[in-house]
């Protein structure tokens, strides 16, 4: 499955739009990635903790874009848009990523 940011591809028409798809994926960072991550955070430098699961949703986010899109007989989906967000709650901060994009037939 091609996945682009761009809204067409150089040398490849689009022969079929199918619609917008999208993918969601929310995960809780566990208590001792949070206490080292906040120490992390006062002395600088940069949290691999935090790197690590923002990147899992991220991947995880595209990756249930990407099977919607196979639903529909798509092999590219284009235009993709990333949001991130952090959710409190009452056991912590959980990270959500959603991927949503068009998905198309090349």
Same mark, same amino acid.
């Given at each position: 499955?091609?996945?682009? !940011? !761009?809204?067409?591809?150089?040398?490849?028409?689009?022969? +079929?739009?199918? $619609?917008?798809? /999208? $993918? +969601?994926?929310?995960?809780? #960072?566990?208590?001792? &990635?949070?206490?080292?991550?906040?120490?992390?955070?006062?002395? $600088? %430098?940069?949290? @691999? =903790?935090? +790197? &690590? @699961?923002?990147?899992? =949703?991220?991947? !995880?986010?595209? /990756?249930?874009?990407?099977? @919607? #899109?196979? &639903?529909? %007989?798509?092999? =590219?989906?284009? =235009?993709?848009?990333?949001?991130? @967000?952090?959710?409190? /709650?009452? $056991? %912590?901060?959980?990270?959500?990523?959603? #991927? /949503? %994009? !068009? #998905?198309?037939?090349?």
């Amino acid at each position: 499955m091609l996945v682009t !940011t !761009t809204p067409t591809i150089e040398g490849k028409p689009i022969s +079929e739009y199918y $619609g917008l798809v /999208s $993918g +969601e994926a929310i995960l809780g #960072a566990n208590i001792f &990635k949070d206490i080292f991550a906040s120490i992390r955070d006062i002395v $600088g %430098g940069r949290s @691999e =903790a935090y +790197e &690590k @699961e923002l990147r899992k =949703a991220k991947e !995880t986010a595209i /990756s249930e874009m990407c099977a @919607e #899109a196979t &639903k529909f %007989g798509a092999n =590219a989906v284009v =235009a993709v848009d990333l949001d991130y @967000e952090t959710i409190s /709650s009452g $056991g %912590g901060n959980m990270l959500m990523v959603t #991927a /949503s %994009g !068009t #998905a198309v037939r090349l």
